[in-house]
């Protein structure tokens, strides 16, 4: 696993190896960015945003984004040993100025998040957990985005998630078993 672009290009990432956490490959990775950048249907940059990423795991995509200029990056993991080697990451890179690091239950965590507001949300929770809608209803009832803003989940491609009451969907890509999906706060 390496960083893809920006001043960390081509830096290897640590990562785990078990049956829990999967991290995004980096192909996919690379599409989210792609579409980040070029999508005429998405009015965001990750250049000075600030950027929630969810059950993080080693942290490959906010670190990607810390590497492609974003202003701060905060990070929630609850598995101790993925928030480890996050941490890891981030002081082989000494990025540790631009970043947060809660290992801690998510719907913990955007409770006290109440006073942040941010750009990028993304969202790679396992694919078995259906209950992650419940934090993407908590970012909204606690208005934890700013009015230019982009959501980024990562699911299965054979989900059925209903986000309808928390998200309009704009654009959804499928790559082999992973299907992203861009949205908005509705």
Known sequence: MRIISGFLKGKSLNFLKNLTTRPLKDSVRENIFNILNHSKLINIRVEKSKILDLYSG???????????????????????????????????LSIHNKVEVFNNRIEVELEKQRRNKFN??????????????????????????????IVIIHRDRKSKDDL???????????????KIIFGLFN
């Open 120 to 149: 990028i949300f993304f969202l790679d929770p396992p694919y078995a957990d259906k209950d992650f809608t419940q934090n993407l209803d908590s970012i909204k009832k606690n208005k934890l985005f700013k009015t230019k803003h």
């Open 164 to 178: 309808e009451n928390f998200l309009n969907t704009i654009l959804v890509k499928q790559y082999g078993r992973s």
């Open 58 to 92: 080693v942290g490959s995509f906010g670190i990607e984004c810390i590497s492609r200029g974003a202003q701060k990056v905060t990070f929630i993991e609850k598995d101790k040993k993925a928030s480890e080697i996050l941490e890891k990451n981030l002081k082989q």
